[in-house]
């Protein structure tokens, strides 16, 4: 798999990078960073592609950082599911974790720690806004 790179600048926030072509691990990293901000059941290609973070957090359903970390294991879990589902070349995301870092309710922002084991022993990790 390859693919368009997302640059997430942590000033100017996530643009798409053209000139750089994204190997498989990159993909498939981009690819769960996407369905972590995408609404389950938005998509209508694959409507169990997403999770229910963004939706707990707007509504204020997990307004603490115990409440958040929750909301951030049923979505890593959900996108696990989900990736494990997708065709590979031989490279899938093995485990994941998605850690709130810290959490904003006025501003309505939340950080997170974002780390990604792969199947050939590659650990990936990145921070990201929501």
């Known amino acids: 798999m390859k693919s368009t790179t997302i640059v997430f600048d942590p000033d100017t926030g996530p643009r798409l990078d053209f000139s750089v072509v994204s190997g498989e691990k990159n993909s498939l990293i981009r690819n769960l960073l996407v369905n ?11 409507p169990e592609r997403g999770t229910t973070l963004l939706e707990t957090s707007v ?48 501003a309505a922002r939340a950080k997170i720690d974002v780390q990604a084991t792969l199947s050939d022993g590659t650990l990936v990790g990145t921070r990201a806004s929501l």
């Open 59 to 106: 509504r204020a359903i997990a307004v603490t950082n115990e409440e958040f970390r929750h909301a951030c294991n049923f979505a890593a879990s959900d996108l696990l599911f989900h990736a494990r589902r997708q065709p590979t070349t031989g490279v899938f995301v093995d485990k994941l974790d998605l850690v709130p870092s810290s959490i904003d309710p006025i």
């Open 36 to 46: 972590a901000g995408t609404s389950r059941g938005t998509d209508p290609v694959d």
